[in-house]
Structures are given as structure tokens and as C-alpha cells.
T-cell receptor
């Protein structure tokens, strides 16, 4: 089974621009979560989608948004980029069947904002 | 709010020594998961603990879930250089999202 894939792997943007990141989950996984990882803040939960619906959202400003398509692929968008948005953005998919919700992480997208 | 505290932040050990990282939650967890992230890599699932007082072993790794389901620990016996990485716990409060601990970075010196 193919793992979680994320594109692009690396991205350099300037302040004020917007960016869209993509995530393809493991086949059969309907839950996709997004996390921001920085050296100072660790792994911060952004949001989680299940069957095209956002079930949960972390404490991030409205500049961060996402969506999930009918094939479970997900995109994350950040508008009006700020320097502090530089981070590794990780996507994770899960079967999420009752108590079984282990996360399978993708390799991440390294975003640098200059 | 729901928060998972993890200690220590860093641990440097000599190869062959033991290592333990601890996670604590202020409120009762539905279950807790453990992940390992190698340098430059992404988090990889290790185990999930669900039952109060549960203890699970994976070779040299021992995972425990507290009786009150508010704390957990990961113990590595006789560390090896392959154990290097950051170990995260992640708490599930039955809210369809995981709250990750801050992680413990383990460095093993040969």
C-alpha cells in the first residue's frame, strides 16, 4: 500500500503571498489531519477532515484553511503569508474506526517564508 | 483546555543506558499514542494504549498507561544509536483530534 504523499516537498514564498499544499492519504483512509511543526512549538494541530467535512479545528487564524475532496485527498491553504508561517507542514491520514485512530504521516512540506 | 505535558525535553544517554519519557494530562484521556520521529523524518506510529493500567512491550520499549488514564510513559532499556530521535506522546480526548506532547529528543552517544 502506498503511503501518504505530500506535494510539494519544499516551497519558498514571500510575505503576503498565499500557498496551497496537497496531501494524498493512504487508500481507504477517510480522515486527514494537518499539523504545523516548528522547533519552538512542536506539533500543532491545524484541522481534521473526515468524508469531506471539517470535524475539528485547532487554534490557528482564519488565514489557514483546508478542504477535502470526495477521493479523500486534501488541500491546505495559507493566505497572506507571514514570516512566522515558516514551518514543516505535516499531513496524516487515519482509518479512524472508533478507538483505532493511529496517524500515518506524510513526509511533510517544508515552507519557508521570506 | 486539553493539554499534554511531556518531560524531559532533551535526554542525552550513553549507549546501553536506559531512557524514560513521561506524559501527563490534566484531564482523563480516552487513549494515548506514541510516535517516534527520526532526525529529518516524519513521526511514525509506535503504539496505542487504551485501557487503564495497560502495559505493552515492543522489544526493548515498554509503554505504560496510568491507572487514572492521565499519564503515560515510554521506557527504553539498553539504548542503541538507532533509538535516536524525538519521541512524542499524543493524547486522544475523544474529540476526533490528537493533542501532541512537546516531545523528548533522545541523543545516544556510542
Amino acid at each position: 500500500k502506498a503511503g501518504v504523499t505530500q506535494t510539494p516537498r519544499y516551497l519558498i514564498k514571500t510575505r503576503g503571498q498565499q500557498v496551497t499544499l496537497s496531501c494524498s492519504p493512504i487508500s481507504g483512509h477517510r480522515s486527514v489531519s494537518w499539523y504545523q511543526q516548528t522547533p519552538g512549538q512542536g506539533l500543532q494541530f491545524l484541522f481534521e477532515y473526515f468524508s469531506e467535512t471539517q470535524r475539528n479545528k485547532g487554534n490557528f487564524p482564519g488565514r489557514f484553511s483546508g478542504r477535502q475532496f470526495s477521493n479523500s485527498r486534501s488541500e491546505m491553504n495559507v493566505s497572506t503569508l507571514e514570516l512566522g508561517d515558516s514551518a514543516l507542514y505535516l499531513c496524516a491520514s487515519s482509518l479512524w474506526t472508533g478507538t483505532l485512530n493511529e496517524q500515518y504521516f506524510g513526509p511533510g512540506t517544508r515552507l519557508t517564508v521570506t | 483546555g486539553q493539554q499534554v505535558m511531556q518531560i524531559p525535553q532533551y535526554q542525552h544517554v550513553q549507549e546501553g543506558e536506559d531512557f524514560t519519557t513521561y506524559c501527563n494530562s490534566s484531564t482523563t484521556l480516552s487513549n494515548i499514542q506514541w510516535y517516534k520521529q527520526r532526525p529529518g523524518g516524519h513521526p511514525v506510529f509506535l503504539i496505542q494504549l487504551v485501557k487503564s493500567g495497560e502495559v505493552k512491550k515492543q522489544k526493548r520499549l515498554t509503554f505504560q498507561f496510568g491507572e487514572a488514564k492521565k499519564n503515560s510513559s515510554l521506557h527504553i532499556t539498553a539504548t542503541q544509536t538507532t533509538d535516536v530521535g524525538t519521541y512524542f506522546c499524543a493524547g486522544d480526548y475523544n474529540t476526533d483530534k490528537l493533542i501532541f506532547g512537546t516531545g523528548t529528543r533522545l541523543q545516544v552517544f556510542p
